[in-house]
Structure formats: C-alpha cells, structure tokens
C-alpha cells in the first residue's frame, strides 16, 4: 500500500546550474502537474543541505533542517518511490571547505572542517563530514540498477545538427599511461561468500610487532555477495609518476592526471596528493616541514598550497622555488588557462569520465598553458578502467573522429544497486599508517583476503550483493530484447573482481536461453567492438559494473550528443519505484560563474525534460492516474518542440539561455495538452494558458532578454538566498502571472 505522507512526485534540491534552473523550471512542472492532481514535492540534498543537516547541535531552531537525504534512503525502498534526481555536488575537501566558510559567513555556527583531528571533539566532527564527502549521495539513492541511454528525440536532433569533432592524426602522441604494477588491477583479490561465511566481518590492520589495529567493523556481509579487496603501492605510484613526468617532458606534449576526487572519496584525493607532490618534489624536499606546519595537505591541490604560502614565513622564497620547479617541468593541462589554473590545483576540477571523453572529442587534444592545443599524456595511475581510454584513444588514430551524423548509440545497463562496487569511495578505504598487514576477517572467523602493505599505501574493499548483480543481468536481458541489438557485458575474466561476477552472469544468461545473444569482453576489446559498431551506425548495450557505468554514459554521449547532459536516465528500483536521473553532465560551476557575472544561465534542462516525462508515465502505470499519463505524453512532445525549433540555450549573453528554453517548454507543453483528445477536461484547461503564452510570447521573450547583461546577487554559491535566485530566475513577470 502506497504511503499517503509521500509526494506522488519528489524533485530533488542540488547545487550549482542545475539548481539555479530548478527556480525557473519547478514552478512550471508543479502549475502543470496540479491540473493532473500530481503533487511534486521537495527534498534537500545539495551539499549546503546536507552540512546543515548534520550539525543540528550547534543551531537556532530557525536554521535548523531535516536530513532529507536519509529521509530520501528511506523513500527509495518503498514501492511508490517516484524521485527525480538533478546532479548534485560530489564533495572534494575544498569544496566542503568553501561550503562551510559560506555558512559560517551566513550566521550558522558550523564548525570548521578539521584537516588533522586530535581531540576526541575533533575526530566526532571529522566523522560527521566524512558523511558528506565525494559521493555520499548517489549510494543512498541508488537503491536499483541503472538504464541510461539517449532518448529519440535528442539522438535525432543530434544526428541533424552534429557538433563539432577535432580532427584525430595518426602520429598524434596523445597517449594514456598507467602503472605496469603495484595498482589496484594487479592487487585485486575477490570472493563471494557462502552462508557460513556471511556475517559482521572486520578489518584489521597487524603492524610488524604484531599490535592490531582494527581499521573497520561491522561490515555486514549477507551470504552471495562478491567481496574485493586489494591495494596500491604507494612507492610503486611515486615512481610511475616521477617516469611520466619526465616522460612527458621529453615528448614535448602536456602532462594531465585523470582521476576522480569525488566519487573516489578516499583512494583519489590520495593518490592526487601524490601527483602535486611528485610535481613540486624539490618543493617539498627542501620545504616540506614549512609547508606541513603552515596546514598544507598536497591532497587539496596547488590552489590551497599556495593560499597557505604565507603562513610558512617562507611565502616569497618558496614562490620563487615554485615558479623554477614549474618552469623545469612539462606544461600541464589547464582547466583554466586564462586564469592559470593547471590539472593539480584543485582535485574536483578535473574528472576523469568529463576531462578524457573531452580530450578524445577534440581529436586528442588538451589546452596548456598558452592557451594553445596540444597532444597529451593522460596519466590513469591504476589500469582497472584505463584501458577503455587508452583503447578509443588508439581507435580514432587509426580512423579519425567518429561522425555524429551518422553513429549509432550506446545504450547502459549498470549495476550500482545497493553500494554495488563503491571504490574508493566506500567507508572501507584506507590510506595505510604503518608496514605491515591487512586482513579482512570474516564473522566466522576465516581470513578471506590479505595483503603485506607498506605505511602510505592505500588499501580498499568493495563488494555487491547478490541480489542487484541477479536484478542487473535481467534487466539487461529485457533492454536487449527491447532493442534486438549487439549487448555485451564488460567483465575482464582475468580481473579478480569481474571473474567472480562472469560466475553469476552466465549461469543466469543459460537459464534464461539468451546465451547467445551476449557477448563477455574485457573493457579494452569491448570498447573497440562498441566503437566499430556505432561507426557503422548500429546500435549496442554496455552492461557494465558501477564504475564503467560512470564512465561510459559521458564517454559515449560526449561523443554522439556532444553532451552527457541530455541522457536519459533511469533507475528501476528494486522494491518497485522508480529513480530518474537527469543525464550525466556535473553540475557545471563554470555556469554559474557567467551567471553571476553576465546573469546569463547556459544549463541545458534537456535532460530533465527527459526524466519529467518519464516520471510522470511511471506514475501512471503505478497509480492509475491517466492524467498524469497525458501529461508525460505531454512532455515528451514539448521536448521535441524545443528540439525541432532550436529553442535550447546559447552559449552568449545576449542570447536565448535557460530561462527562454524553459517559456517554450511550458507552451509547447500547454499546447500538446490543449491539442490532445484523449482527456478532455485537460485539454479545456490548458487551452487558454496555451493560448495566452502564445500571444505573450514577444513580450515574455522581451523581458527574459532585458534581464540579461549585468552581475547578479544570488545571495551565496553553495547556499543561496532562495528570494534573490527566484527573482533572477524568474524576470519575466508576465510568464509569472501566468503559471502563477
């Protein structure tokens, strides 16, 4: 029985673009959805919401809010769950630091996030912002396994009007680089448990003199799951890292690290302070105790290095080292050249499944610090994923540039229900203090995996339930009976952690008697197989675990659409309800900069209008409503309105941004309403409010328009002002009037 106290539709609160255009786009969906009798509600999970959440302690009753993204945990598992998820922010410790000086600065008495605990008080608060940290919210949600692809429309459109593609040469020398050994690939050892092995399992860390430390437990592991673990020498990545830095120089080409701090929470921004260090290595050899005494953690980036400089009473002397040391080392890849901010100054900046789809689209190119393009090295320390980079990489040598106008597409099934493969960014990541052991010991007392680490290498378990790995192969098999086309699952049988999956798949693929419409490669053959299929203009299904997933649904948009953003995003969830996610594409700071700045908002709502639309069909066939049925019907023909009349937003102040794309989405939608005939009562409604945007259209657009050009209030970055933003969101106030 559906629980009367949840919305029938629940629209999430984020950060950055995609919140800025919820101003603008939620009043129109909840006008809309009220003439259906669909409520929409709301629940808070940016990153501003989620610190205020956890500190209720330390705040007046005014300030204080719920923790809607446990209250979300909760929603997920029910069968009516009916959720549409914008891109929130996946916090790197900057981040969080800026988010907290904001609220601070607000009047809100959060304590500062502590670097290096000491006190019992200090451990507690780093505890609780632990919660917050790189991908803390997709785990809780994700209670299902994920079916994105590109909807109909946006692939039409974008075959239509392709983007633009770089050139790709032959000689080319942009390359990928990993370690040859000590990485996470070589190291990974997995299992799945039996009944008698399920359980509370520990892990323990055993120094040389034999003390123990217990690093974890608790750990519940129900009979069925797979079960990894393995390491990264920390030695073995600081003499990679040295080799390719020199590697690079030699080459005359850009040095550029792909990682991602966020969602790998733990073992990434590790492994990032590696490479600022390696950097600036006679930095830090000759000024490595100044640096440390002045709060410097190489995990924050060069950005935070250099905000600290004074504070070491060195300031002007080790900006001059700095400036020598740079001036010695490869140009790097820059993520703002302009504003010379390079690869290593902030560990969120860049992402490796954004940053190395964009240098494959541009012909293998990167910017440097010239602000010129340039082949480039891109350094993946660990080969798990790699591959598939290094692999499409050496492809389009070989062929030149894919061509929009003519590619198939790549659908995804990915398993990530339940925690399903949270590296590096699960609790059970572990940056290690001391040599010696680490054993992951089981409730029955058996030792299932071991490794003789060394103090500073970074040890992880990960694991996947049995449950969402059986509900992953069935969805699978019922999107390529949908489709009819190529499928195939990326499992490398000579990875510990994907053979132990192969032993679930086929079994499931044979009794199913679809054995042979699937294929099993390892990443790299099946993204050349993927890339030879859509270059003939066929289709095919990736089936993949939670990482790729991440990965390939903003590789194989980026290069279709020329945008992740616009993905169709679909979460079945396990216990009946449904997830819809909103594409794939970040939540684009650089977008609110020019906001800001030229009140110009570039964020594409495509993918909403996507997820909207199939939100309101689910709710449908859920509920019986068949008027939220002629709504969503109704959505998907204004999304090929806004498509078929280029009404998406422009790049340019002065020209048609966000706010513009979502008036003619609300009067193609008024307008496919009032013309439909399967509700009349919908229809009567909707006529007029058709009738009198299409005649306000002039003026409508006229004040959107006007509103453009000057720097904007919003009233904070991570916690705005939600009267200031609705007032810039919202200009037009004859569009208001109207919607109400």
């Known amino acids: ?65 719920e923790d809607d993204l446990a209250a979300l945990g909760r929603i997920v598992k029910e069968p009516n769950a009916n959720v549409i998820k914008l891109p929130n922010i996946s916090a ?61 429309a946006v692939k039409k459109y974008a075959m239509a009007n392709p983007h633009s593609m770089g050139s790709w040469a032959p000689e080319s020398k942009t390359c990928v680089s990993s370690m040859p050994g000590g990485d996470f690939y070589e190291n990974e050892v997995s299992a799945t448990l039996s009944d008698a092995q399920a359980g509370a399992a520990k892990i323990v860390h055993v120094a040389e003199d034999g003390s123990e430390t217990v690093l974890k437990t608790g750990v519940d592991y129900p009979a069925g799951t797979v079960v990894d673990a393995t390491y990264m020498s920390a030695a073995k990545l600081d003499a990679f890292l040295s080799e390719q830095i020199e590697k690079t120089k030699d080459a005359g080409i850009l040095f550029s690290l792909h990682l991602k701090a966020t969602m790998m929470k733990v073992s990434d921004p590790i492994i990032f302070g590696h490479a600022v260090k390696e950097f600036l290595k006679p930095v830090f050899d000759t000024y490595g105790d100044a640096l440390k005494s002045a709060g410097v953690n190489p995990n924050s980036g060069i950005k935070d290095l250099m905000a600290r400089l004074d504070d070491t009473g060195k300031g002007d002397e080790i900006r001059a080292e700095i400036e020598r040391v740079m001036a010695d080392r490869p140009p790097m890849y820059m993520v703002d050249s302009g504003k010379g901010i390079s690869n290593l100054h902030v560990p969120s900046d860049v992402i490796i499944d954004a940053s190395m789809p964009a240098v494959i689209r541009a012909g293998g190119k990167g910017w440097g610090p010239d602000d010129a393009q340039h082949d480039v090295n891109c350094v993946i320390p ?28 790549v659908q995804n099934i990915g398993l990530m229900a339940q925690k ?28 299932l995996h071991e490794h003789a680490v060394e103090a500073g290498d970074i040890w992880r378990a990960a694991s996947a339930k049995k449950a969402p790995i059986e ?38 693929l044979e009794a199913e008697g679809v054995a042979d419409k699937f294929e099993i490669m390892a990443p790299r053959e099946a993204t050349r197989r993927t890339l030879e299929t859509i270059r003939k203009g066929e289709n095919s299904i ?84 068949e008027k939220a049925r002629v709504l969503g019907r109704g959505v998907e023909a204004a ?47 909707f006529k007029p409010i058709a009738e009198t945007l299409r005649v ?11 509103a453009q050009g000057n720097a904007v209030d919003l009233g904070g970055y991570y916690h705005p002002d939600a009267k200031k933003t609705a007032s810039v969101m919202r200009p037009s106030a004859t569009l208001n009037k109207i919607i109400g």
């Open 471 to 508: 509900d992953w192969v069935k969805l699978a098999i019922e999107r390529q009976r949908a489709e009819g086309c190529e499928a195939i699952f990326w499992l490398d049988e000579t990875r510990a952690h994907d053979a132990e999956l192969i032993r679930f798949v086929r079994p499931i």
């Open 1 to 65: 029985m559906a629980d009367p106290h949840i919305p029938d539709i629940i629209y999430t609160k984020v950060d950055e673009a995609p919140e800025l255009a919820s101003f603008s786009l939620l009043p129109i969906v909840r006008s809309f959805a009220d003439a259906a009798g669909v409520s929409v509600g709301l629940r808070d999970i940016s990153l501003a919401g989620r610190i205020v959440a956890t500190f209720p302690d330390r705040l007046t009753e005014a300030q204080r809010q």
């Open 542 to 625: 990736a089936i993949t675990g939670n990482v790729l997933r991440d990965y390939l649904t903003d590789l194989f948009p980026i290069l279709e659409l020329g945008t992740s953003a616009k993905m169709l995003s679909i979460v079945k969830l396990m216990n009946g309800g449904g997830l819809f996610e909103t594409g794939a594409g970040g939540s684009a700071p650089k977008h609110v900069q020019q906001l800001q700045e030229q009140n110009h908002l570039r964020w594409d709502s495509l993918g909403e209008f996507c997820a909207l639309g199939e939100s309101l069909k689910f709710l449908a066939d859920q509920t019986g409503n």
């Open 639 to 685: 999304t090929q309105g806004v498509l078929d009349n280029d009404r998406s937003p422009s790049r340019k102040v002065g020209q048609p941004d966000n706010r513009d794309s979502h008036f003619w989405f609300a009067l193609y939608w008024a307008e496919a309403l009032a013309e439909q005939s399967e509700d009349s009562e919908i229809a009567d409604h």
């Open 382 to 409: 660990d080969r798990s994923y790699a591959p598939v980079y290094d692999a499409a990489i050496e492809y389009f040598k070989e062929t030149g540039a894919l061509d929009p106008r003519t590619s198939g597409t």
């Open 420 to 447: 399903a493969e949270e590296y590096g960014s699960h609790p059970t990541t572990f940056e290690i203090p001391a040599k010696g052991t680490v054993r992951m010991v089981l409730a029955n007392g058996d030792v």
């Open 92 to 152: 790197s410790v900057p981040q969080l630091v800026a988010a907290v000086k904001e609220l601070q600065a607000q009047g809100y008495d959060i304590p500062d996030y502590p670097e290096a605990p000491e006190t019992d008080a200090e451990k507690d608060i780093r505890a609780r912002y632990d919660t917050i940290k790189g991908s803390a919210v997709n785990p809780v949600l994700r209670e299902g396994n994920s079916d994105r692809r590109a909807a109909a």
């Open 696 to 706: 306000n259209a002039d003026q409508i657009t006229q004040e959107l328009a006007e």
